[in-house]
């Protein structure tokens, strides 16, 4: 008999694993059934923000596999179909569909992949018409019918993490007056202040009015319950659409409720090869799962599509009777609002404190383009080297044209624990339209050596 592998949530990591899986092992050595409560599979909620924007067609560009694509690759695929309980001691799952119907299917093998879940705090009028998250294809798309009915032109984010900033693109593009609310002490948490600073100074100069330490108390609404405002303690903001950018937390109710372990932001714990811990046939990845960061050695949540298809690739291999391993992270994220691109690696300032590390900083301003060649334009790069060792720990990124992309050189060199003075000398490619004759991220490299020699023992 075939064993039976049963996948919870049809996106990236869990029909990344089904696929994997079915590429290794046919049908007669293992059945598959994977259950997605949503209506689509394998889509990119990446691409919402320009799809939102207009910069992409949609959804169906963003839809990597259908949902027929799947069955047609034998994957008992259920869809409209929630799995509300795991009974792990019976290997089985409790399944209900969009007509009311409960089943419960059992498993020898099973993968949780539920993702994470927006924050949506409990505020008066948050659950307002005009009021959009926009976490899958779904909400796409009753934001973009939101706009197109919208007789005003005024948007509020809530929120200035990289999801809020993308949106405020997207509303710009859609002449929207567009404002962003976040409660930080600057947008951008992922960046350390001062860079963040950066970020708030380029969105201010792209018409995106950013307010800081805005503390959200309310949307307010209109005699027809449509949301008219944001209230923050301090100010109220007109609003026509009010766009949700709060961050997300992992979805893992089902698993706390079967006793799985969790870490400490709410995520499943898993071993190297994506198995949950303590137990033999439970797998997990995603946005559900925390992962190992390199570079401090504990595990975070770091909800991204990157990770997400890494997870099911390595899932889908092992519970298919291969071997593969995720080694972990460096935390790198790249994103842009209009023409500003913005991007992290490694450890920020408060994080390598958190760890006990002693580390200098430095901060480079340089240019994209050799300066010389049209369309050069300014480019600042932050690094953190340990003290004495001189070991990267961390590299912020905030420019123009090119500019974000350059962090995968100090990913790359974070994952080999290269030190800043090694970095120095590295081969990388320049011509004038691509960079200056030493590139951004080897001048902030030179710096760096520098401080950490000047710092001494
Ligand atoms: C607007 C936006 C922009 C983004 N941009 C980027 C980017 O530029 N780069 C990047 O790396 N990442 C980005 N991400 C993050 C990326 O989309 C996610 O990390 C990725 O989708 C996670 O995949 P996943 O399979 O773990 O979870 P999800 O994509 O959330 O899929 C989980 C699925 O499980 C289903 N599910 C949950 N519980 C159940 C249940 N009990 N029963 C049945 N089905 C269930 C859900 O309906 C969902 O379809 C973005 C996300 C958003 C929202």
Redesign the pocket.
């Known amino acids: 008999m075939a064993e039976r592998l049963v996948v ?7 029909m990344s694993a089904a696929s994997q899986a079915r590429r290794l092992k046919g049908p007669g050595e293992l059945a598959i059934t994977a ?4 209506h ?1 599979t394998s889509y ?3 691409g ?2 320009y799809w939102v924007g207009g910069t992409v067609d949609g959804p169906a560009a963003l839809i990597a596999r259908t949902p027929e694509e799947h069955r047609a690759r034998a994957i008992d695929l259920r869809m409209r ?4 309980e795991l009974d792990l001691e019976r290997g089985r799952v409790r ?1 209900l569909d969009d007509g009311g119907r409960e089943s419960w299917t059992e498993f020898d093998k099973l993968v949780l ?4 879940r927006p924050l949506r705090p409990p505020l008066p009028g948050i659950e307002a018409r005009g009021v959009h998250g ?3 294809l779904d909400d796409g798309r009753a934001l973009i019918d939101t706009l197109a009915a919208s007789p005003g032109r005024r948007a509020v984010v809530i929120g200035a993490g ?2 809020g900033v ?1 949106m405020a693109e997207a509303l710009i593009h859609h002449g929207y007056a567009v404002t962003v609310l976040d409660r930080g002490e600057q947008p951008m948490s992922t960046l350390d202040p001062d860079m963040g600073a950066r970020v708030h100074e380029a969105m201010c100069g792209l018409g995106i009015e950013t307010v800081r330490r805005a503390v959200v108390t309310a949307v307010l609404t209109d005699d027809e319950g449509r949301a008219r405002a944001v209230a923050t303690e301090d100010a109220e903001y007109p609003a026509d659409v009010v766009v949700l950018g709060m961050g997300v937390r992992p ?1 893992t109710a ?1 698993a706390e409720a079967a006793g799985l372990p969790l870490g400490p932001s709410g995520g499943l714990l898993t071993d190297l090869s994506m198995r949950v811990r303590g137990r033999e046939n439970v797998w997990a ?4 799962v925390e992962v190992l960061d390199l570079i401090s050695g504990h595990t975070r949540h770091l ?6 298809n890494k997870h099911g690739q390595v899932i889908g291999a092992n519970v298919a009777g291969g071997y593969a391993t995720f080694p972990g992270v460096v935390g790198t ?1 790249v ?1 842009k609002v209009c023409d500003l691109e913005i991007a992290r690696t490694g450890l920020l300032e408060h994080q390598a404190r958190a760890e006990g590390l002693e580390f200098v900083t430095v901060t480079i301003e340089s240019t994209n383009h050799a300066g010389y060649y049209p369309g050069a334009r300014p480019m600042h790069v932050k690094m953190l080297a340990e003290r004495r060792t001189g070991r990267l720990l961390g590299v912020q990124i905030v420019g123009r044209e090119g500019a974000g992309k350059r962090v995968d050189i100090a990913a790359v060199a974070l994952t080999a624990g290269m030190t800043v003075e090694q970095m120095t000398m590295l081969d990388l490619g320049y011509a004038p339209p691509f960079s200056p004759v030493w590139d951004p991220v080897l001048v902030a490299a030179r710096k760096a050596t520098a401080a950490v020699r000047a710092a001494g023992m």
Do not use: K, M, N, W
């Open positions: 919870i949530g049809g996106d990236a990591a869990g259950f997605e409560r949503g689509f990119s909620a990446c919402i923000p179909t929630e799995v509300t399944a992949a539920t993702g994470a926009v976490q899958t990289y999801i993308e979805e089902l990845g995603g946005d559900c909800a991204l599509g990157t990770h997400a994220a994103s």
